[in-house]
């Protein structure tokens, strides 16, 4: 029997006391393509992580090539030097560089101190050729097509004479006819007898592309089934296991009346005319994986993202949103996934956050900081904010409780649409439950909406009164989360489009 | 369990910092700590030192570094930086006297020198938000347009005889207050007023803190960041008629170096470089030290040169500071 190229056997890994990966065994032969699956959370990240040396496994042990590498010394580097190379979107590359220099970097060949830029170029062409890529040696790196990027990227794996390459959503930014270019060059890879993990949710593309498939389930590998006739009913019931029961909470709700609608809604990142209408009191679901195009749609509509066609209405009235500043006006929120970069002032207090739609609401040279104070005391109270002041710099709060603080600027600020995307990533379990009760509340107060976003395809069926299902920037399906299931969902989110391929 | 850890977390945070108003008043008391020992020692070196003549003095050369200052806060704070300032100075200053020798009048003269000041404020602005040219580099450009515009003006030529200017700069109030010192206090209670009272003011914070998200709000930021380097503009005009008034002149190449005395004064009161945290007040103590080690290296005799070199290093030795302190 060949023996095997990597080995991962009884891999655990707790965080604050969670376990995140249990007893995991996953195991990798040369020129073999392991497809890793599973839902967000359910450990793939952490499992390549610790893989390439991020992390530090808390037990467990990694053999590669009949070696076992010692945990204490496994970092980043030493992955490397090991030839456990990732993938990542142009994670190693220069923009501003050559794809020679690329290649090089790092470890120019000198002569007499200076740079042999022959010699540098000679390697490139050596490296590509070996690899049977087409790219030119002297084209600038930021020049290049994505899937071009992502070729030089390999090579640059290669050439650190990698044996397991890590590829975690090679996919996400490719056209299909790229994706196609990428799965030839992870033939070429293959016949070179370098072993390839594979994320991906595109289950279609992973029983093309993956010779064995890994589910992985809350930490633990559920199976390891070959991939080309594996069922996809069966991969998705592995990964989302018996189905928990859901805590679905009816709310009272007169339907009929139109807060939010948009009408055949396009612009460079939504190819496709796109429309929908979210009713007064209603909580409209949006899922779709990664690179679905939700986040696209929420910076539209909130006028990040200026749109080239299409009409929103708002209580019927057609309204022009030309720039954040007019959603805000008329009374659009928007709460973005990266709560740090798009919703915070770090080194400002909780009451400066929370005010600041106000603020920016309101007329006047003046406002009124003991009224400010007297909301954000309010705020704090009716919200559950767990917090020393309301001076407290946010910047010293936990995922959960700033993630509340941006949603009580939209509160305070009376907001009647509020768009959230992915309110709940990076927040643990307890404060999630306090999120969508917020969640609820705010959409039963009278006449709004929520407009709610997420990959998180339990809290969509939970939350919703109604679930849009997005791939590639168009909406694929409507369904009642009363009638469908989260397998129903997660083979509308997977189906590779095909209507025009 | 979890409970437990998250409220540990949250004193945590409140023991190193109760808010915005917390830190600064804590970064303006061990400023003005430094500022006594530093006249302590001045004190001892140099028995001219606390005479009420030299004290005066120190306000009079205050006035001129405060004012630009207090207008440097703003642009600091929301995370910009203006180094025209010096050029800006001189070219409003070049205006005001030429409006002065042709109409004679002192009101349109200082009429003139803030409008002027404004505009090239309002210049910076425009650069910086319509065409998104960063303010080191757009402030740079300016500081050479503004300095060669004014040594063009007057051909490279003082403009004499402004002795209607010296009340500004020389006169006293009542007989006893210095008419620079009175005007610090009234641009430094505005800018205290603006800063911390208005909406204008926090949106400055909140814009230095996070442009991005203050944008997402709802905020105008491009307005805000314009109207911010109005602000610089117009009082660096302002400050310039004071200099005026205390020589009777005003010359083409004044003002020079000016930016970094001013940008020195904000960054020692506090102020971070990645902008969203300042205050007025510690800007006027920061002033109050660039001045007194100013002062305090001519009583001492040391060569006038130096102070260019002690300036330069107070600047990096503050900021050095403050990367360390966030580091921590």
Redesign the interface.
């Known amino acids: 029997m060949m023996k095997k190229l990597l080995r991962m056997s009884k891999i655990t890994k707790s965080f604050y006391g969670v376990r995140v990966l249990d007893g995991v065994d996953f195991d990798l032969d040369a020129g073999e393509v392991h497809v890793l699956l599973g839902e967000n959370g359910a450990g793939k990240s952490t499992l390549m992580k610790i893989l390439s040396g991020a992390y530090t496994l808390d037990s467990g042990s990694i053999t590669l090539m009949g070696k076992e590498l010692d945990p204490g010394t496994h970092d980043p580097r030493s992955a490397e030097d090991a030839g456990i190379v990732s993938v990542y979107q142009n994670f190693h590359l220069v923009p501003h560089l050559s794809v020679a220099e690329n290649l090089s970097l790092g470890r120019f060949t000198r002569t007499r101190g200076f740079i042999s830029w022959k010699a540098v170029q000679a390697h490139a062409e050596e490296v590509l050729a070996r690899a049977s890529f087409d790219i030119d040696p002297k084209a600038r790196v930021q020049g290049l097509s994505v899937s071009k990027k992502q070729m030089l990227e390999i090579a640059v794996a290669l050439s650190k004479n990698a044996k397991v390459l890590i590829m975690d959503e090679p996919t996400a930014a490719l056209s299909r006819a790229e994706t196609a270019i990428l799965f030839r060059t992870i033939a070429e890879v293959k016949a070179k007898g370098i072993g390839i993990i594979y994320i991906s949710h595109k289950l279609e593309e992973v029983r093309q592309v993956g010779d064995r498939i890994t589910v992985l389930r809350d930490g633990l590998a559920v199976q390891t089934l070959p991939a080309r006739d594996s069922d996809v009913n069966l991969i998705i019931r592995l990964m989302i296991g018996k189905g928990v029961s859901r805590t679905r909470v009816e709310r009272d709700r007169t339907r009929g009346e139109s807060c939010f609608s948009a009408e055949g809604l396009r612009n460079r990142n939504l190819p496709s005319p796109l429309s929908f209408s979210v009713e007064k009191g209603e909580i409209l679901g949006i899922t779709g994986l990664v690179g679905a195009g939700k986040t696209e749609l929420a910076r539209a509509l909130f006028g990040v993202d200026l749109l080239t066609g299409g009409t929103l209405a708002l209580f019927g009235k057609p309204v022009r949103v030309d720039s954040p500043a007019e959603a805000v006006r008329l009374g659009i929120g928007y709460l973005s996934e990266d709560k740090d970069a798009f919703g915070l002032c770090l080194n400002l207090g909780v009451k400066e956050n929370v005010s600041l739609v106000s603020l920016a609401r309101q007329r006047g040279l003046f406002f009124s900081i003991p009224a400010e104070r007297r909301v954000a005391t309010d705020l704090v109270a009716s919200i559950g904010l767990k917090i020393a002041g309301v001076s407290q710099q946010v910047k010293y709060l936990s995922g959960g409780n700033k993630q509340k603080v941006v949603f009580g600027k939209w509160l305070t600020a009376k907001c009647r649409v509020l768009i959230l995307d992915e309110p709940t990533i990076g927040i643990d379990v307890g404060a999630r439950g306090e999120i969508y009760s917020l969640i609820r509340d705010f959409a039963g107060g009278g006449d709004r909406a929520v407009l709610f976003i997420s990959s998180d395809m339990d809290e969509i069926l939970e939350l919703s009164d109604r679930i849009l299902v997005m791939t590639e920037g168009r909406v694929v399906a409507e369904l009642d989360p009363r009638k469908t299931t989260k397998e129903e969902l997660m083979q509308h989110s997977t189906r590779v489009n095909r209507g025009d391929g | 369990?979890?409970e437990v850890?998250?409220?540990e977390?949250?004193?945590?945070?409140?023991g190193?910092?109760?808010?915005?108003?917390?830190i600064l008043r804590n970064q303006a008391i061990s400023m003005l700590a430094i500022l006594i020992i530093m006249w302590v020692v001045l004190a001892i070196l140099s028995p001219y030192f606390f005479t009420v003549d030299n004290l005066f003095e120190i306000t009079l050369q205050t006035a001129v570094i405060a004012m630009i200052g207090a207008g440097m806060t703003f642009v600091i704070i929301s995370g910009g930086i203006d180094l025209s300032v010096g050029s800006v100075f001189a070219c409003s200053a070049v205006l005001g006297g030429l409006v002065f020798t042709s109409t004679r009048s002192l009101t349109l003269a200082l009429l003139a020198t803030a409008v002027a000041g404004a505009l090239f404020g309002a210049a910076n602005g425009l650069l910086i938000t319509i065409l998104r040219v960063p303010p080191f580099i757009g402030t740079l450009g300016m500081m050479g347009i503004a300095r060669g515009l004014a040594l063009i003006f007057v051909n490279g030529v003082p403009i004499y005889g402004l002795e209607r200017y010296k009340f500004i700069g020389q006169g006293k109030l009542f007989n006893v207050i210095p008419v620079p010192t009175v005007i610090i206090l009234v641009v430094f209670a505005l800018a205290f007023v603006v800063l911390n009272?208005?909406?204008?003011g926090?949106?400055t914070?909140?814009i230095g803190?996070?442009a991005?998200?203050?944008?997402?709000?709802?905020?105008?930021v491009r307005r805000v960041q314009i109207g911010i380097y109005v602000i610089c503009g117009l009082v660096t005009g302002l400050a310039s008629t004071v200099e005026a008034g205390r020589l009777a002149i005003v010359q083409p190449a004044g003002g020079n170096g000016y930016e970094l005395l001013a940008i020195g004064a904000v960054i020692i009161g506090g102020a971070?470089t990645f902008g969203?945290?300042g205050s007025i007040v510690a800007t006027l103590i920061g002033a109050i030290i660039v001045t007194t080690i100013r002062n305090g290296l001519n009583i001492l005799g040391v060569n006038a040169f130096w102070q260019y070199v002690v300036n330069g290093l107070v600047i990096i030795g503050a900021v050095a500071a403050d990367q360390f302190r966030r580091r921590r």
Do not use: D, H, V, W
């Open positions: 369990m979890q850890r998250r409220r977390g949250a004193s945590a945070g409140s190193r910092a109760s808010g915005l108003r917390g009272y208005t909406r204008f926090r949106f914070y909140a803190s996070n991005e998200a203050s944008r997402l709000s709802g905020i105008k971070s969203g945290e």
